[in-house]
C-alpha cells in the first residue's frame, strides 16, 4: 500500500471519528460520551481509535485546536484589510473582511461548531474561544486591533463584554439553522461592534 493510500485512510478514519463525536455530542451530551461510544459509532475497533487519540478529551482537545488555528489563520491574513477599513470615514458600516471569512467558516464547519458551543458540549472550550477572541483584538501581538494606551476603559471589562456579545451572536445563528448568509452575519456582528447595542436597536443615532 502506498503512503498516499495509508494518508488517505487514516484522514478518512479520523473524519469518521470525528462525525461520530459530532453526533453523539448532540445525542448525549460530551460527558456521558465512552470511548466504547465513539468506536461503535464510527464503526471502528478501540485500537484504531488510541493509534490516534489518547482519549476522548484528546480527541476533543485536537478537534478544538484545529479550529483555533483556522480561525487564527483567518485573522493573520485579513489584517491588513481590516485595518483600512478602520481608517475610512465612511458613515456606512461594512462588514470587516476577517468578520465575513470567520463566519463562511463556522458556516462550513457547523457541525462540529454547533457541537462545541451548544450546552452539550465542551464547555471550557468557550472560554478558551473567547480569551482568543480577545487577545485577537487586544492581546500583545502585532495583528491586535486595540493598543493598550487608547482604552477608555479596563481592558478586563472591555474583554469581557466582548468575548460574550460575540460568542453569543455567533451561538444564536448556530442555533437558530443558519438563516442569514455569512455576510449578513458579519454586517450585523459589525454593526453592533463599532456602533454599539444602543445603535443596533435604533435608541441612539
Known amino acids: 500500500m502506498t503512503d498516499s493510500n495509508i494518508d488517505l485512510r487514516v484522514i478518512r478514519t479520523k473524519e469518521s471519528i470525528r462525525d461520530a463525536l459530532i453526533k453523539l455530542i448532540d445525542e448525549k451530551g460530551f460527558e456521558a460520551i465512552t470511548v466504547k461510544d465513539i468506536t461503535t459509532k464510527a464503526k471502528i475497533n478501540r485500537g484504531t481509535f488510541y493509534a490516534h487519540y489518547q482519549d476522548k478529551f484528546d480527541l476533543?482537545?485536537?478537534?478544538?485546536?484545529?479550529?483555533?488555528?483556522?480561525?487564527?489563520?483567518?485573522?493573520?491574513?485579513?489584517f491588513p484589510s481590516v485595518m483600512a477599513s478602520l481608517k475610512t470615514e465612511s458613515a456606512a458600516v461594512q462588514p470587516f473582511p476577517h468578520t465575513v471569512s470567520v463566519f463562511e467558516y463556522l458556516n462550513e464547519n457547523s457541525d462540529i461548531m454547533r457541537a462545541v458551543l451548544g450546552p452539550k458540549g465542551d464547555l471550557s472550550f468557550q472560554a478558551r474561544l473567547k480569551e482568543f477572541m480577545w487577545e485577537t483584538l487586544y492581546g500583545d501581538n502585532p495583528f491586535a486591533f486595540v493598543k493598550e494606551e487608547s482604552l477608555l476603559v479596563p481592558g478586563q471589562y472591555l474583554s469581557s463584554y466582548l468575548g460574550n456579545a460575540m460568542l453569543g451572536v455567533v451561538q444564536q445563528w448556530l442555533n437558530s439553522g443558519r438563516k442569514e448568509s455569512p455576510q449578513e452575519m458579519a454586517r450585523i456582528l459589525t454593526t453592533i461592534t463599532v456602533n454599539g447595542p444602543l445603535f443596533a436597536a435604533g435608541i441612539k443615532k
Open 60 to 78: 476533543m482537545k485536537k478537534c478544538e485546536e484545529e479550529i483555533m488555528l483556522e480561525l487564527s489563520s483567518i485573522v493573520k491574513t485579513k
